[in-house]
């Protein structure tokens, strides 16, 4: 029997970052003989399976609706984010993996025990030689009550070692973390594993794999166990004949492309799109946009320099624009990275705006706020005490914010200067590839 890996990506987040760079992963594992399954419910099972790998579904409970009598006064608006109902937040600010806690549901010991037990029979029936999670909270619970080594991929920002998620400010007063204490330790004490002060320490494992460069992505050195592999990215598996109007754009005037990726689900469509807009009305520039869930036929209609497509080609995309305004996603940073070129990043939740701004201390881009401070608090109660996360309900971003923005990564050199270093750092790693060897190594110990 060949060996088998067993996928956890995080993925109630509505994003498809950690399910793409597990299937990024499970693809050059599969091209050295191994079988790979993942662990995976949502909208992303669908696309995993068409890749070709089985999905094994975990039975999760009915949330939000039960988590909002748990959290009580307040909640309701969390359970609105949760449930994707509109109206959706301008932006939304957490301060670390706590709040994860509180989205995943495992709210009370119970639930955690209960949620293992399902995920240990998943791992039962599939028998695989490994464990590989990405921002799972789990994972490394049900490797070590199976008795298999984990490998995490961890982005630095949520390092176990030292993770900091704002960490280009002081956070936002009113923030206030939940205690993940009182869920976690007494199972961990009844299992014979260490006790944790937060979440973060629970995505520890045999191995990690950081999916990015130290440019990007900057930790403490010596590091046990811990690796940079660069981007982990997939084989580009939609990639097309490039349609007519693709060809039809002009050499002889700016390319810029816009996209909010995964970053959709906190937008409200038609404000966002009429901004940029009105942003780019009377230049020259051709501007591509990217609409995602939006359906084009309902969104405003564009003045004659903008087309907007449902879906395109993104990386031929990226590589044919002279800029690119998105949202701050993983996937999107990385192509964005591996292309070279400058940015401007809108993000809509904390953690896009960590990698936008990381982009932007490197050079490489401007990070630009969709809304700006008064920012609402959102306030419960759960079995670790009070705990607050931050809204702001309306975006405040204006028209000549973009458009100064993009004047400047399109005409500066040093955007693209910027950008041109951290493609050739990038380049410097392998990737999947890199990935799939240190994995290698670690099951032959």
Not at 14 to 29: D, P, S, T
Not at 172 to 177: E, N
Not at 320 to 348: C, I, N, Q, S
Not at 359 to 365: D, I, R, S, T
């Amino acid at each position: 029997m060949g060996r088998r890996v067993l996928f956890f990506p995080s993925f109630r987040g509505g994003g498809f970052g950690h399910v793409g760079r597990c299937l990024a992963l499970a693809e050059a594992l599969r091209d050295r003989g191994w079988e790979a399954a993942f662990v995976l419910d949502g909208p992303h099972a669908a696309r995993v399976e068409a890749a070709g790998y089985p999905v094994l579904r975990p039975r999760l409970p009915p949330a939000p609706d039960r988590l909002t009598a748990l959290l009580g006064k307040g909640a309701r608006l969390l359970a609105r984010w949760l449930r994707r109902l509109p109206p959706p937040p301008a932006y939304l600010v957490f301060s670390d993996l706590n709040f994860q806690v509180l989205r995943d549901g495992l709210v009370t010991p119970t639930r955690v025990r209960r949620r293992v037990g399902a995920l240990l029979a998943l791992v039962h029936r599939f028998r695989p030689h490994l464990l590989v999670g990405d921002t799972h909270l789990l994972t490394r619970l049900v490797g070590r009550r199976a008795g298999l080594p984990v490998v995490q991929i961890v982005k630095s920002v949520v390092h176990p070692a030292a993770p900091r998620l704002i960490w280009w400010q002081e956070p936002p007063a009113g923030l206030l973390s939940p205690d993940v204490r009182p869920v976690f330790n007494p199972l961990l004490e009844a299992w014979g594993l260490p006790p944790i002060r937060r979440a973060e320490e629970l995505l520890d494992g045999d191995l990690l794999l950081v999916p990015s460069i130290p440019e990007l992505d900057p930790l403490p050195p010596n590091l046990e166990r811990t690796h940079y592999v660069g981007a982990l990215v997939r084989r580009d598996p939609r990639a097309v004949a490039p349609a007519p109007w693709f060809e039809a754009l002009s050499p002889r005037r700016p390319v810029v492309y816009v996209t909010v990726g995964g970053g959709a689900d906190l937008v409200d469509g038609p404000p966002f799109f009429e901004t940029v807009y009105d942003a780019v009305i009377g230049t020259a520039w051709q501007v591509v946009v990217a609409t995602g869930r939006f359906d084009p036929r309902q969104l405003p209609s564009p003045p004659p320099s903008v087309r907007l497509e449902r879906w395109v080609p993104g990386r031929a995309m990226i590589a044919r624009a002279d800029a690119v305004l998105f949202h701050g996603g993983y996937g999107t940073t990385m192509e964005v990275v591996a292309a070279g070129k400058p940015a401007v990043v809108v993000p809509f939740h904390t953690e896009q705006e960590a990698n936008g701004r990381r982009l932007e201390a490197a050079g490489a881009a401007r990070v630009l706020p969709y809304a700006r401070p008064p920012y609402c608090p959102l306030e419960g109660r759960w079995p670790g005490g009070r705990y607050a996360m931050l809204m702001a309900p309306t975006p405040t971003l204006s028209p000549q914010e973009v458009h100064a923005a993009l004047t400047a990564v399109l005409h500066e050199p040093s955007f693209r200067q910027a950008a041109a270093r951290l493609q050739r750092a990038l380049s410097g790693y392998g990737g999947p590839d890199r990935a799939a060897e240190l994995v290698l190594s670690l099951t032959e110990l």
